[in-house]
C-alpha cells in the first residue's frame, strides 16, 4: 500500500503486544493517519487477526507492512521521509520539536524499545516529559500524544474541521 497520500504515517517497531497495536491503529484511523508496521510482530499481524481481534475501524486506515527494518527504511528513504522517534533516552521534549507533512512518528517495542542502530537512523529523538519518578507511559498513549500535537502544529485538513 502506497503511504504518500498521507500527512503523517506512525510506525510501529516490532511491536510486541497486539491490544496495543490495536489502539495505535485505531488512533491511526481517527487521526487519519497512516500506520507502518515493521516486523517481525511478536503476534500475527495480518489484517484478518486485527479483524477477529475486534479492530472495528481496520477499513479506515491505511496501514504497510515492512518485514524488516531494512525494507522499512528502504521506503522511507526512498520517499524521502524524516524518522521521528519517540524513546525515553532523548533531550528534546516534543512539544518543541516542528514537526512537517510527511514525518513518520516511530514507535519502538513495548519491551525493549528500539536499538542503537534504529535510534542512530532518526532524523530527531524526542520525548514526552513526565514525572521523574515515573519510567514511561503506555506506547498506545504517547504515540496518541505525539500524533495530536504533529497535528496540531500541521494543522487539520478541511474535512476534519468541524
Not at 35 to 62: C, E, K, N
Not at 124 to 148: F, G, K, M
Request: positive net charge.
Amino acid at each position: 500500500m502506497s503511504l504518500e497520500p498521507m500527512r503523517l504515517t506512525l510506525a510501529l517497531y516490532q511491536p510486541d503486544i497486539a491490544q496495543n497495536a490495536g489502539a495505535m491503529l485505531r488512533s491511526c484511523a481517527c487521526f487519519g493517519v497512516a500506520a507502518a508496521i515493521i516486523g517481525p510482530a511478536g503476534f500475527p499481524s495480518s489484517d484478518r487477526h486485527f479483524r477477529r481481534a475486534g479492530m472495528d475501524y481496520l477499513d479506515q486506515v491505511t496501514i504497510a507492512r515492512h518485514d524488516s527494518w531494512r525494507a522499512f527504511e528502504e521506503w522511507r528513504r526512498a520517499s524521502a521521509r524524516r524518522l521521528v522517534l519517540l524513546t525515553t533516552r532523548a533531550e528534546i521534549a516534543h512539544w518543541d520539536f516542528a514537526f512537517a507533512a510527511g514525518d513518520v512518528i516511530l514507535v519502538g517495542r513495548e519491551s525493549a524499545g528500539v536499538p542503537d542502530e534504529v535510534h542512530a537512523a532518526a532524523d530527531a529523538r524526542l520525548r514526552i516529559p513526565i514525572r521523574p519518578s515515573t519510567r514511561s507511559l503506555n506506547v498506545s498513549v504517547a504515540a496518541a500524544i505525539a500524533l495530536s500535537e504533529a497535528i496540531r502544529q500541521i494543522g487539520p485538513r478541511d474535512e476534519e474541521r468541524r
